[in-house]
């Protein structure tokens, strides 16, 4: 038996304190114990980024980190992601260019593609390419989400130097 | 997969984690930024009884000149190796190499202290210690121990530090205007680990190279300087050099065949790496 550790957070604005497995990662505690259920779980060893969580203002894998060391810490998902309407223009971008079949590895992306714009990014296709090589999407061959952050790095007045 | 069950504690000074090693010995483990760690516990593959997150220890983090040294905490996530320009200044290799480590997401965990504990053959910043003769900083109850990174990496994902040991911080010697760096690597897709990487440092007198390293990852079970930059010695960096280097290389590297490339490939790849860096670095 191990001793379950209390941790206190916020997620999505929200004040959440809980006992937690020292086992659980941050995303399963997401999914599980808070009910947000957008956050994707796919390889859980840190490859496909379908997890992809913003601690603290930076992407992390949820699935590399304990819900224990998020104790502390101000955690966005793609829940608070979408109701605070920053990645709306992205999101639309997304549904006008078919950068989505499954979905699966939408959320994880959406999270990246806004770091990735926050960060400076500009609309040059190869830094695209190269933020999001850490998430997989089995569906679109990836043109498509690579022209919808194109699309919305211009429109954010960032077009590729 | 889910890990094993395991207890977790979170230290916030060096003593308590020395108090902890010695307690629990084998059945616990260091948790730093966790992205080679977690996986494995995910994946089952190791199956600790006790996590000792290191991360809220302010001992190890931090980044600060030290008389001719740039000393670099354990802790320093790759993401603020990427960004800071005290390491832009001081040590660029690591600016240039950091960017081939993994995805941004994975950087905004990853330590530099993780990352030389591990000592994957085929990661980016070993190599990089290598190239830039650093020094490692290892911390255990009785004080410090200072260890060159040429005698560091033992075996695969085995090094001189001590199982009571905390990897504390490394020290790398303030570049000068008379270095030049040069990085490069091939991998199958951006932010994999290399079939074969190279990390060079040329110390330059005048027109002629006074000293170079050649550190070469991905070869074999630790990375290795090449004996063939000793050529290079009162030579220029030029083109002429360039080809004489491609040409020794090979012969200087035992390489090991791996999923990723056989040994032949690899020796191949490490000739056409000297080709692209060096040049790169004559410029
Ligand atoms: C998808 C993916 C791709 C990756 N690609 C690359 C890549 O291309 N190149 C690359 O180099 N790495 C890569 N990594 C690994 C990444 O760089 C890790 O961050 C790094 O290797 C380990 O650092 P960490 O801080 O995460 O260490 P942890 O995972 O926390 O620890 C690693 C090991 O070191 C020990 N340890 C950690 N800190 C200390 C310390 N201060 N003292 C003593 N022991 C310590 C731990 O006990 C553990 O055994 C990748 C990881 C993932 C998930
Ligand atoms: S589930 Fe976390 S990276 Fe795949
Ligand atoms: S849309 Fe199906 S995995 Fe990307």
């Known amino acids: ?78 829940e608070g992601l979408s109701d605070s309407g920053d990645a709306a223009d992205l999101q639309a971008a997304f549904v006008a260019r078919n950068a989505l079949q499954c979905g699966f590895c939408t959320p994880g992306m959406l999270l990246t593609a806004t770091e990735y714009l926050e960060s400076g990014g500009t609309a040059d296709r190869d830094s695209i390419r190269e933020f999001i090589s850490g998430n997989y999407c089995r569906c679109t061959g990836y043109q498509a989400i690579v022209d919808a952050i194109e699309q919305v790095a211009s429109q954010r007045g960032r077009p590729s130097k | 997969m889910k890990p094993h ?39 089952r593959l190791s199956a600790p009884a006790l996590l000792i997150d290191i991360n809220r220890i302010d001992a190890l983090k931090g980044l600060s000149v030290e008389g001719d040294m740039l000393r ?62 650093a020094t490692l900083v290892l911390r255990g109850r009785d004080g410090q121990r200072r260890v060159p990174a040429n005698t560091f990496f033992v075996d695969l994902y085995e090094t001189a530090r001590g199982e009571k040991e905390v990897l504390e911080a ?39 190279i006074e000293r170079l390293r050649l550190a070469f990852f991905g070869i074999g079970n630790v990375p290795v300087l090449s004996s063939a930059a000793d050529l290079a010695a009162g030579r220029p960096l030029d083109a002429d050099l360039v080809e004489v280097l491609r040409g020794a290389v090979g012969e200087t590297l035992d390489p090991t065949d ?19 860096v060096l040049g790169d670095m004559m410029e």
Not at chain 1, 13 to 20: D, I, K, S, Y
Not at chain 1, 48 to 56: S, W, Y
Not at chain 2, 258 to 276: E, I, P, T, W, Y
């Open chain 2, 170 to 208: 490394v020290e790398v010697p303030l570049a000068t205007s008379s270095d030049r760096f040069g990085f490069g690597e091939l991998a199958r897709r951006h932010g994999d680990f290399a079939m074969v990487g190279l990390a060079a440092a040329a110390r330059m007198a005048g027109g002629t």
């Open chain 1, 1 to 78: 038996m191990t001793t379950p550790i209390s941790i206190s957070l916020t997620v999505n604005g929200e004040r959440v304190e809980a006992q937690v497995s020292p086992r659980i990662n941050l995303v399963d505690f997401i999914r599980h114990q808070i009910g947000l259920t957008g956050s994707h779980v796919g390889c859980e060893h840190g490859v496909c980024g379908a997890c992809t969580i913003r601690v603290d203002g930076a992407i992390v894998r949820g699935c590399l980190m304990l819900a224990a060391q998020a104790d502390g810490t101000d955690v966005t998902t793609i």
């Open chain 2, 258 to 276: 791996n999923l990723q490339a056989s040994a032949a490939m690899k020796k191949h790849l490490a000739s056409v790496l000297v080709g692209r």
């Open chain 2, 5 to 43: 069950d395991f207890d977790y504690v979170r230290p916030t000074e060096l003593d308590q984690v020395f108090d902890l090693i010695e307690r629990h010995g084998d059945d616990a483990r260091i948790l730093a930024g966790g992205q080679s760690l977690m996986p494995t516990l995910n994946m």
């Open chain 2, 72 to 133: 670099i905490g354990a802790l320093t996530r790759h993401v603020e190796l990427e960004h800071s320009p005290e390491v832009a200044r001081h040590a660029p290799l690591l600016t240039k190499a950091i960017r081939h480590v993994a995805h941004p997401a994975v950087r905004n965990r990853g330590t530099i202290g993780g990352s030389l504990s591990l000592a994957d053959p085929a990661a980016e910043l070993p190599a990089c210690a290598l190239a830039l003769g």
